[in-house]
């Protein structure tokens, strides 16, 4: 099974969540970059209003094509209890996403709020078969035995099995 994380990590968080399933499942991977340029105030200034009203971010790359991959884990932190405006923008850049498997991943300070919810209303209007939905309620950073972590990499171990 050929798979894909696609993801918008700013701070690293998500980033090192990924990097443990690209390990674990041996997944090719994509970070999408917010051409923002966020610094620590202007994320929560700028970034968190432009999440909580949807709003998309110009991201690069720009269009992301979905042909020859089974399997799509797409990683968002959350930001104002919602998906990043450069995830916002990375479901307006796939291609050839119907029919695709996915599994949705999120990185908080605690709590998903709608995160997860609005992934996959998105992942759904793609026609997107979501087959799981995974929130890490904390940094997996310095941790050896995540809770959260092992349970998605569990979920998603039988999947590249199966
Ligand atoms: C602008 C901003 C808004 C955030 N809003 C929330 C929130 O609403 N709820 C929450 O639990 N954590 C919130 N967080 C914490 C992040 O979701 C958490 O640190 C996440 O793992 C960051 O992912 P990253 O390091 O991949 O960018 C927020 C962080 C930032 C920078």
């Given at each position: 099974m050929r798979s894909i994380c696609v993801y918008h990590s700013e701070t690293g968080n998500t980033h090192a969540v990924m990097e443990e399933i690209i390990r674990s499942i041996a997944s090719e991977s994509l970070r999408v970059r917010d051409m923002a340029g966020y610094g620590k105030a202007t994320m929560y200034l700028l970034g968190a209003p432009r999440a909580l009203f949807g709003n998309s971010a110009e991201i690069e790359p720009s269009s992301i094509d979905l042909r020859g991959y089974d399997l799509v884990i797409i990683g968002s932190p959350v930001w104002a209890s919602r998906p990043t405006p450069a995830v916002n923008a990375i479901f307006s850049a796939l291609?050839?996403?119907?029919?695709k498997k996915t599994v949705l991943v999120c990185t908080s300070g605690g709590s998903p709020g709608d995160t997860l919810k609005i992934m996959s209303d998105r992942a759904q209007s793609l026609g997107m078969e979501v087959l799981g939905r995974y929130h890490?309620?904390?940094?997996?950073?310095?941790?050896?035995?995540?809770e959260e972590l092992n349970a998605l990499k569990g979920f998603l171990w039988d999947i590249a099995r199966s």
């Open positions: 291609k050839n996403a119907s029919g890490i309620p904390h940094s997996i950073k310095g941790r050896r035995d995540d």
